[in-house]
């Protein structure tokens, strides 16, 4: 005989010893979890407002838009931002392919109330309602039901100059649907 001490092996009870055997289940939770956080994240980023690809130029205060015609080249769209009374209202000035100067309020009629999504892109004005490019509403053309249409502004043209005034662009926004 010997006169070693037999010890028993104690052992652990199964509760928090053994939490390394269920890795799969946490591996494959980690990874549920992720891809939902990551669907959730790309669903909100594209309910964000888009960024146009054209700078806003911003008027001084009450000041009228005077634009060189010859400035204007055919496709490019032309974006400002009139204030008046700490109201602000963005609108656009652009020359068609067939020479025609449009001036309009930056939004839709109907999308009025999402205006600050809206944005430009490639030339032209887009719906951050609808994503839908927006379309000039042309005196006496009826525009389709299944896009947005442009409230134009009144101007002038004369002399080579286009001329918009800011208290018709005010005017104008103030009859949209709030």
């Known amino acids: 005989m010997s006169n070693h001490r037999i010890n028993r092996n104690l ?65 490019q769209l032309h974006l400002f931002e009139a204030s008046a009374s700490r109201q602000k209202v963005k609108f656009l000035v652009q020359r068609t392919p067939d020479q025609i100067v449009h001036v309009a309020v930056a939004s839709c009629k109907a999308c009025y109330r999402d205006r600050g999504s809206h944005y430009a892109r490639n030339g032209e004005m887009i719906c951050g309602k609808c994503r839908e490019a927006m379309i000039f509403e042309s005196k006496g053309v009826p525009t389709s039901t299944n896009h947005c249409a442009l409230v134009e502004v009144p101007h002038t043209e004369s002399d080579g100059d286009v001329a918009v005034s800011v208290p018709d662009v005010f005017a104008l926004a103030a009859k949209l649907p709030q």
């Open 11 to 75: 052992t652990k009870s199964s509760r928090g010893s053994k939490w390394y055997v269920l890795w799969p289940v946490w591996a494959l939770c980690t990874i549920l979890v992720s891809f939902s956080v990551f669907l959730l994240i790309r669903e909100f980023r594209d309910d964000l407002p888009q960024k146009s690809d054209i700078p806003v130029l911003a008027l001084a205060e009450g000041q009228n838009l005077h634009l060189d015609l010859h400035k204007l080249s055919s496709p």
